[in-house]
């Protein structure tokens, strides 16, 4: 663009010699490339993410290729957001740090930003009893952390978006009916790892005879 410019400036007899480079520098849009890879994290290593939404200023998006590497191209000069599209990622995934990027973008000039993503799992599980047995609304936590679950009718409980590591899952023992009694251990150690199933959790509980003990009296006759 800028030879074409000045070989029509010359032959014109247009602008001054001194003056076409800096026409030619502003006929050429002023814009910059914004390019990064976006990488799985797991605790065995990391692996380039295909498929992975990217959002410029929120509201231009591409997705990563086969080898994990996007791009935007013809971007405005100026300061630009760079983000992992949280609405567009997929459900199994979760955003890494940080999960979004302040760029300046300078004509000409490429800027890099890159990314990670954090596999996702659930734990399912169910609390057994003899029939009769109150099975829903026991409180079963995942520890470490805070975050906890009740029991459905049937015993059955689960937890969704975990991240991997080494977990606990623990009945809390106070939710139990007033007739029920813990038969299995109290804390049940789980491993969540990518791309590996985890396996069902099972707690068990029994139910406390009410039956009051028959005392004999021995007869003196």
Same mark, same amino acid.
């Given at each position: 663009?800028?030879?074409?410019?000045?070989?029509?400036?010359?032959?014109?007899?247009?602008?001054?010699?001194?003056?076409?480079?800096?026409?030619?520098?502003?006929?050429?849009?002023?814009?910059?490339?914004?390019?990064?890879?976006? @990488?799985?994290?797991?605790?065995?290593?990391?692996?380039?993410?295909?498929?992975?939404?990217?959002?410029?200023?929120?509201?231009?998006?591409?997705?990563?290729?086969?080898?994990?590497?996007?791009?935007?191209?013809?971007?405005?000069?100026?300061?630009?957001?760079?983000? =992992?599209?949280?609405?567009?990622?997929?459900?199994?995934?979760?955003?890494?740090?940080?999960?979004?990027?302040?760029? =300046?973008?300078?004509?000409?000039?490429?800027?890099?930003?890159?990314?990670?993503?954090?596999?996702?799992?659930?734990?399912?599980?169910?609390?057994?009893?003899?029939?009769?047995?109150?099975?829903?609304?026991?409180?079963?936590?995942?520890?470490?952390?805070?975050?906890?679950?009740?029991?459905?009718?049937?015993? @059955?409980?689960?937890?969704?978006?975990?991240?991997?590591?080494?977990?606990? =899952?623990?009945?809390?023992?106070?939710?139990?009916?007033?007739?029920?009694?813990?038969?299995?251990?109290?804390?049940?150690?789980?491993?969540?790892?990518?791309?590996?199933?985890?396996?069902?959790?099972?707690?068990?509980?029994?139910?406390?005879?009410?039956?009051?003990?028959?005392?004999?009296?021995?007869?003196?006759?």
């Amino acid at each position: 663009l800028y030879f074409s410019l000045t070989k029509q400036l010359r032959w014109g007899g247009g602008l001054p010699t001194e003056n076409m480079d800096q026409f030619a520098a502003d006929a050429v849009p002023l814009v910059g490339t914004v390019e990064g890879v976006v @990488r799985t994290r797991t605790l065995a290593g990391a692996a380039l993410a295909s498929g992975i939404p990217i959002t410029l200023d929120g509201h231009r998006t591409v997705t990563t290729g086969s080898d994990g590497r996007y791009l935007f191209s013809e971007v405005p000069e100026g300061q630009h957001e760079v983000s =992992l599209s949280a609405t567009a990622l997929p459900a199994d995934l979760d955003p890494g740090e940080p999960a979004k990027s302040s760029l =300046l973008i300078q004509p000409r000039r490429v800027a890099r930003t890159d990314f990670e993503v954090l596999p996702l799992s659930s734990i399912e599980g169910a609390v057994t009893g003899p029939e009769g047995a109150t099975l829903d609304g026991l409180l079963i936590r995942l520890l470490p952390g805070a975050r906890y679950t009740l029991t459905t009718s049937e015993g @059955r409980f689960a937890f969704y978006n975990v991240r991997e590591g080494d977990f606990n =899952l623990a009945i809390d023992t106070d939710t139990l009916p007033p007739d029920g009694k813990l038969l299995s251990e109290p804390s049940i150690p789980v491993a969540v790892r990518a791309g590996v199933s985890v396996p069902f959790t099972t707690f068990s509980i029994g139910i406390v005879s009410k039956e009051k003990a028959i005392r004999k009296v021995l007869d003196k006759k």
